[in-house]
């Protein structure tokens, strides 16, 4: 039997997560790392899953601040990166999935985008900052191919 593939699944908090978590049954498939930011609700998760944590922070949120905790969470994500070296990257995004794949794919890892379920007739910013470099773009609308053409349409993931 061969080595199980190396997945790291990313997300933000709340209703990103909850996508993510949608696609829990895939984990004993593959040999896998989850990613999110580490916030009080989010503590419970490490008795159910291999999990590391970022630093939580919104844009909205603490604008000055929040530049400072991208680059701290990307410096993080590469050490995370390095730590684990997935083959693929999933992510239901945002702001924190973001510098993961940029890593991923300057590293040679495939990139799994899924756009988040909130989008129905708009772009979010990440999901236009992934659609360039994603191997595989998922939206779960039809009216969403509008904006990501090349995108495939896989439905809900609820």
């Not at 970022?54 to 994500?77: A, C, H, Q, T, W």
């Not at 708009?122 to 039809?142: R, S």
Request: contains cysteine; positive net charge.
């Amino acid at each position: 039997m061969g080595k199980k593939r190396r997945v790291l699944f990313i997300s933000s908090t709340g209703g990103h997560l909850d996508e993510l978590l949608q696609l829990s049954p895939m984990f004993k498939k593959y040999s896998y790392f989850l990613i999110t930011e580490k916030t009080k609700s989010n503590m419970n998760l490490r008795k159910r899953y291999k999990i590391g944590y970022l630093v939580y922070g919104s844009k909205d949120n603490e604008k000055i601040l929040y530049p400072f905790r991208i680059l701290y969470n990307s410096f993080k994500s590469l050490c995370y990166y390095l730590i684990f070296h997935p083959d693929y990257i999933i992510t239901t995004g945002t702001h924190t999935a973001g510098p993961m794949c940029c890593i991923g794919k300057l590293f040679g890892s495939k990139i799994i985008y899924i756009e988040t379920f909130a989008s129905i007739n708009t772009q979010t910013v990440t999901g236009k900052l992934i659609y360039k470099i994603a191997d595989h773009f998922i939206v779960q609308w039809p009216s969403m191919k509008k904006f990501y053409p090349k995108a495939i349409n896989g439905g809900w993931i609820y």
